[in-house]
């Protein structure tokens, strides 16, 4: 058994593809939802959305059984390219096994909270199913990646622009020479990054554990003890801002506020919004101004460099000296805003006044990530917001 293997996936038939597959809900309203159901009645959302366990189960059984999705009928990796505006990203979605990331062969770097992995697990093992891959990256190689683009010279099986507003496009690869080549190639590669995804990753740990259990027969070369990916080359994995608003300034008047920071920073009045260039800068948006914030000495060392993020150099110098931020996972005056809202998105919260002040910052670099990831730390919260991601739905692995 390679790294990464191929699979039979689930996924919908061609005319189906754009009605079935949802997007990361981080990005969708529940009024967005409701008018995507209404429209959509056999979207994945009807799936997540149902009012129990059972009709989610009975949902998913009837799109099999009037073949709203299929089941592919040989062994294939599934070539997955998602484009918007000006960028695109080419990947492979196969399956791995779990054992893969215990042996640190696959690598995170973020935090697991035990409610949010247990939802997951209980979603899956309700369907038996994933229906959503694991987003990770890999290290560059030309030879994969040359094999990918002349794969693009033919005709897709899926051309769509989905919820996310980003077309999506897939080809299957089932030829055994090709797909014997991928799986060579990626056990020369040998280390991922997982993106996007950890408290899934965290949940198919413990189904598959669970199934262990129930199966006195088991081998470990069941459907379960692996799950389905989607690797994209590390070089163009895009990470976005993600931003901090304040929902008040701590008992300061405006005009104290900036005071007490020019203690520590430059500050310095911008004719136009602010989006820092590069790290250790920052930008500050309070009282319909746009300011840009710069460190006056240089950041403190420790042992990891771990405070020399742009995150925790904000929250160390001035979050939690100025404006009394506790932990960020668990203080209620914090808020996050993803870097796909653009600056006009901390602008509206601000002038609405459901935050007194908001901080835009220069997104964290994979370099950062696959740093901490080596080191097996993990990342303040809210650290990384990737973008664009894989769809749910479009391909999905039954554990069967």
Not at 30 to 55: G, R
Not at 318 to 329: A, H, K, M, N, V
């Amino acid at each position: 058994m390679y790294f990464i293997n191929p699979f039979k996936a689930l996924r919908p038939k061609k005319e189906n593809a754009s009605s079935v597959t949802i997007a990361s809900t981080d990005h969708l309203s529940e009024d967005m939802q409701k008018n995507h159901l209404k429209k959509n009645p056999w979207s994945y959302l009807s799936v997540f959305n149902a009012e129990n366990k059972k009709k989610s189960k009975e949902q998913f059984e009837l799109m099999k059984e009037k073949s709203i999705i299929t089941k592919e009928k040989n062994f294939s990796f599934y070539i997955y390219r998602i484009s918007k505006e000006n960028f695109k990203q080419v990947g492979i979605v196969g399956t791995a096994k779990l054992s893969a990331y215990d042996n640190l062969h696959i690598r995170g770097h973020e935090e697991i909270f035990f409610e949010r992995s247990q939802k997951r697990m209980k979603q899956m093992e309700n369907l038996n199913a994933q229906i959503g891959p694991i987003y990770a990256v890999y290290p560059d190689n030309k030879e994969l990646n040359d094999l990918i683009e002349n794969e693009l010279l033919s005709s897709p099986i899926y051309s769509f622009k989905g919820m996310d507003r980003c077309k999506h496009e897939m080809w299957v690869i089932d030829a055994k020479n090709k797909i014997e080549k991928i799986s060579e190639l990626f056990n020369s590669i040998n280390r991922i990054y997982i993106a996007d995804g950890h408290h899934r990753m965290e949940a198919l740990l413990k189904l598959s554990q669970f199934k262990q259990h129930q199966n006195p027969n088991h081998t470990g070369e069941e459907a379960y003890n692996f799950f389905m990916i989607a690797i994209f080359p590390k070089s163009q994995a895009r990470i976005l801002d993600y931003n901090r608003l304040i929902k008040d300034l701590y008992g300061y008047s405006p005009k104290d506020f900036i005071k007490e920071i020019k203690k520590k920073f430059k500050v310095e009045k911008q004719s136009s919004s602010f989006k820092p260039e590069k790290s250790q800068i920052f930008g500050m948006y309070l009282e319909k101004q746009w300011y840009s914030l710069e460190l006056k000495e240089k950041p403190h060392q420790n042992l990891f460099h771990i405070i020399n993020l742009d995150i925790n150099l904000l929250h160390y110098y001035l979050l939690e000296p100025i404006l009394g931020i506790g932990d960020p996972r668990y203080d209620n005056r914090i808020d996050f805003i993803a870097g796909f809202h653009g600056l006009e998105g901390i602008e509206k919260k601000v002038n609405s006044g459901e935050a007194k002040v908001g901080f835009a910052l220069f997104a964290t670099q994979m370099e950062d990530i696959i740093n901490f990831a080596d080191k097996r730390l993990t990342m303040p919260p809210k650290s990384t917001w990737f973008d664009p991601k894989p769809l749910d739905g479009l391909v999905a692995y039954e554990f069967e």
